[in-house]
């Protein structure tokens, strides 16, 4: 199971940890936890002392017949998509690796998904346990390492996604699956209107879609499965052949268009979400669920437009934003203060990093 | 112990004056159809779990949003306990009611909101049937993935709170994966809504959260669920085997092979001669174990697949594999299956379902263990299993009339339970704690766990109204199991005081 090379980058600094953490509730000294800090982009500045996670690494499991690895939270993805690869499996939410530089924790907590993530489902939902160092200094342990657990509440999938607020995550297990047998991706020139209309078509029949993207002025498709699916949807669809590398640069925002200078929007809208009508450029991905947006618009007009469409817009340029994140109604954001206070009540874990408030 | 509510170990509760209950839900909700004669009472002692029953004190069945909200405020100011239920389906107990409390009965809500092709998501009232659903989508060659063998009279407001699986969540997930959006009443009866119609919302996963929180944290009161394209086909191969053991194996082997089958179950040779007696689905009756294993999508590929699986089911030492002819004998195959709970319940006069997890290399282990229970016990086990992602469903064959087998049957359940945590896996993988299970979680999980789960409820009801004595033991409750409970001298809970 274990190669040389993973045990060499094993290390078990839970101990260690957990003492910083209670020193830091014994001082009440807030603590900005940090991976790779690939996204530090990301949300808001916390005024706290730095919280290495990078010695905490190593796969401390992996049996590729049960399809489920669990790892140390410090542990690069660059290292443990290595190990799946190794046993032709993946990570099938395909979270951005950053320069190499993301970790595990650091890509569960901020809970990102890749080109895949419509069909195959989000970080969270791959999200099988966790280990946790709480509000109140203890190293606890949530989920598992089964497919199926609904004893308790699912705080594992509830650490997904909570940018650090609500706890130290320190390992992680996932659900991993087998690579697809085949791959093919498709470049086909149209306009972004008539892709969307025929992504919400194609989207109702069983055709082994696993990325859509239009560029501004194509429909790019990634093909996923085994031989026959995949070959005869590449007949039946028709376009270019489209290099696969294509998936990779926009999982990692390495695209051109990544490049242009004006701030970043990512707008997470529902599926059959016409076009929207908003200055700057944008890239279309997810089927059409995720739109990047290039634009100086206002942020008070664009979260109208598109909460109007019933999304969410988040800036992903740093410190352009008053509020990164889409702000809350007031009911859901009481609920939020409560949970963060029940979890951490003192508030060292990350404060801010996603709302004011928690 | 007894799992009926305890107040001196699971925390006092209220006392509700029921007559100023009433006239005050009648005066502010005129049209709110209550029942709480003993007679109308009756259906409603308990869920699936049917060895336990409490008279509430009266059932609820609202038809309209601001009904519940209300009666939650009237409950929420009269400190009066409120326990959900959908269909009544669960086998966990998750909606026995309580003397004091009153049952709040969420199926009138059973319509269908919107069928929505394009966006393929379907939004519906908590009580809509699951299978229901997609009989709906079907028309647009659509349906909702999750399909727990109770679908044709289980609601979704209830799969949600329990986190449903089904035959097929190997490959399409459980309930949580197949929501976009729920929309909930706190107890105070303050509306929330959780998710959105897109892929993903801003902050905390409360989506997450509340999928699987089994009443305790929110009413629900519409469903926003995924809907898929239909695979155009779906394939079945039943391979026998002479012993579980290779039966095990072959499924390793399966997906070692990079295939990820749509169903993958197997029963031993007890639920196979239970289910061929009842359903005669041509089971081979002298095998030790069999496995379904479906595949579906695209024709080609299945067809592939099927091959490869073959394969490996005869390599694995299958003695016999065999491939579903067409479609009456894929249903006849899987209608033994999805029936083995009902035909193991005309081979004994009760039977007990058990629903823990393990990882699926300890499935050897856990059989003989099983075996040795049963035989400690002297109460025969079938065994059916969700082989794909290691949910056992152990059914324990006792009689109810003879005395003393039902505690023997449930001390059997509680020992499989245990041996389930020891091999690394869970006491439930979809049918929930309930008030069944409450004493196995001390098991699972430690006092500072429990405390954490503890925080999270108070988080959101503060003044444990909503459905008290669920799903999280009291600390109380654990000392005094743990007591009872001493496992080769080591306490699981040694800090706390005991009783
Ligand atoms: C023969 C049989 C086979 C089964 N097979 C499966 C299976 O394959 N997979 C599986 O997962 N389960 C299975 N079950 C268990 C059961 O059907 C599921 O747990 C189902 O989700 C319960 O739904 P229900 O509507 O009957 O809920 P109920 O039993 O009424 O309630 C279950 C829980 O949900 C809460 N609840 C219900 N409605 C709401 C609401 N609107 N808001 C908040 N809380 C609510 C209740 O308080 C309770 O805690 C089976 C049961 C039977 C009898």
Redesign the pocket.
């Known amino acids: 199971m274990s190669t040389a090379s993973m045990i060499e980058r094993a290390d078990d600094s839970a101990a260690v940890l957990v003492e910083q953490v209670q020193d830091a509730l014994s001082q009440r000294r807030p603590l900005a936890i940090r991976g790779g800090d690939s996204k530090a982009f990301l949300g808001r500045m916390v005024d706290g002392e730095p919280l290495d996670m990078r010695a905490h690494i190593g796969i401390v499991s992996y049996d590729p017949t049960e399809l489920v690895v669990t790892a140390r939270a410090g542990t690069t993805l660059v290292d443990l998509v290595a190990a799946l690869d190794a046993h032709e499996q993946m990570l099938p939410f395909e979270p951005p690796r950053f320069d190499g530089v993301a970790t595990l924790g650091g890509s569960i907590a901020s809970g990102l998904s890749g080109p895949r993530r419509p069909w195959a489902g989000s970080a969270r939902d791959f999200v099988l346990g966790t280990r946790v160092i709480t509000g109140h200094g203890k190293h606890l342990r949530f989920g598992g390492e089964v497919m199926k657990n609904v004893a308790g509440y699912d705080l594992s999938r509830l650490m997904a996604g909570s940018f650090g607020c609500l706890g130290i995550i320190t390992e992680v297990s996932l659900k991993v699956l087998p690579k697809p047998r085949l791959c093919r991706s498709l470049r086909l020139e149209m306009p972004a209107d008539r892709a969307l209309l025929k992504l919400s078509e194609w989207g109702q029949q069983p055709l082994p879609i696993s990325g859509a993207c239009h560029d501004g002025s194509a429909l790019c498709l990634r093909l996923e499965g085994g031989e026959g699916s995949v070959l005869a949807a590449c007949d039946r669809l028709g376009g270019e052949p489209q290099q696969a590398s294509l998936w990779d640069d926009l999982r990692e925002q390495r695209l051109d268009f990544f490049r242009d200078p004006r701030p970043l929007w990512r707008l997470s809208v529902p599926l059959a979400t016409p076009s929207l009508a908003v200055p700057g450029e944008q890239f279309i991905d997810w089927g059409g669920a995720q739109r990047w947006l290039k634009s100086d618009m206002s942020e008070a007009d664009l979260r109208r437009i598109v909460t109007e469409v019933g999304g969410h817009a988040i800036c992903y340029t740093a410190g352009h934003a008053a509020s990164p994140f889409h702000p809350l109604p007031t009911g859901l954001m009481r609920y939020h203060r409560q949970l963060k206070a029940a979890l951490d009540p003192q508030g060292i874990f990350n404060p801010g990093r996603q709302y004011a408030e928690v | 112990m007894n799992i009926l509510y305890d107040e001196r170990v699971d925390g006092e509760l209220p006392r509700a004056d029921k007559a100023i209950l009433l006239a005050e839900l009648r005066q502010r909700i005129p049209d709110l159809k209550l029942l709480h004669s003993a007679e109308d009472l009756r259906p409603y002692e308990c869920?699936?779990l049917s060895a336990y029953r409490t008279t509430p004190m009266l059932v609820a069945l609202p038809e309209r949003l601001e009904q519940v909200a209300t009666l939650l405020k009237v409950c929420h100011a009269q400190k009066i306990p409120v326990?959900?239920?959908?269909?009544?389906?669960?086998?966990s107990g998750?909606?026995l009611p309580l003397e004091q409390g009153v049952l709040l009965v969420?199926a009138k809500f059973n319509r269908i909101l919107e069928i929505n092709p394009q966006g393929r998501f379907a939004r519906v009232q908590?009580g809509v049937r699951n299978l229901a659903i997609s009989q709906a989508a079907a028309p647009h060659e659509l349906y909702y993935a999750p399909d727990?063998?109770?679908q044709i009279a289980?609601?979704i407001?209830?799969?949600v709170?329990?986190n449903?699986?089904?035959v097929h969540c190997l490959k399409y997930g459980l309930t949580v994966h197949n929501l976009l959006k729920v929309e909930i009443l706190t107890v105070e009866g303050e509306r929330l809504t959780l998710g959105s119609d897109a892929l993903d919302s801003p902050g905390f996963d409360l989506l997450a959260l509340f999928t699987g929180s089994?009443?305790m944290l929110g009413?629900?009161t519409e469903v926003t669920v995924k809907l898929l394209p239909k695979p155009q086909v779906a394939k079945v191969l039943l391979a026998a085997f002479d012993s579980v053991e290779k039966a095990g194996a072959a499924v390793a082997d399966i997906i070692a092979a990079g295939i990820v089958p749509g169903g993958l179950e197997m029963m031993d040779n007890l639920s196979i001669r239970a289910a061929e007696d009842f359903i005669h689905a041509g089971y081979p009756v002298d095998a030790e174990a069999i496995l379904l294993c479906e595949l579906d999508g695209v024709e080609a590929d299945v067809h592939d697949d099927c091959e490869r699986v073959r394969h490996v089911l005869e390599k694995a030492g299958a003695t016999e594999v065999r491939l579903a002819r067409d479609e009456v004998e894929r249903a006849k195959f899987w209608a033994g299956r999805k029936n083995a709970?009902p035909a193991v319940g005309r081979i004994s006069p009760d039977y007990y379902c058990m629903d823990g997890t393990i990882p699926k290399r300890q499935l050897p282990a856990v059989l003989r263990g099983i075996k040795d229970f049963s035989d400690e016990y002297g109460l025969r086990v079938a065994n059916v299993f969700h082989a794909g992602d290691g949910n056992m469903h152990p059914l324990i064959l006792f009689d109810a009339n003879a005395p003393g087998e039902l505690e023997r049957a449930e001390e059997l359940g509680a020992k499989i339970l245990e041996l389930c945590v020891a091999v690394g896996g869970s006491i439930t993988g979809?049918?929930?704690v309930?008030r069944e299970k409450i004493n196995s979680m001390c098991v699972q999980f430690n006092a500072d766990e429990l405390t954490v789960f503890h925080a999270v409820k108070a988080a959101f009801d503060p003044s444990g109204l909503l459905?008290p004595g669920?799903n999280i033991p009291t600390l109380h409750r654990c000392a005094e199991f743990g007591g009872m409970h001493v496992h080769a001298g080591k306490l699981p809970f040694p800090e706390l005081e005991r009783f």
């Open positions: 869920d699936g326990v959900p239920r959908g269909a009544g389906t669960g086998l998750g909606a969420m908590p727990p063998s109770s289980c609601s407001g209830g799969n709170a329990e449903a699986g089904g089994e009443g009413v629900v709970f979809e049918h929930g309930g459905n669920k």
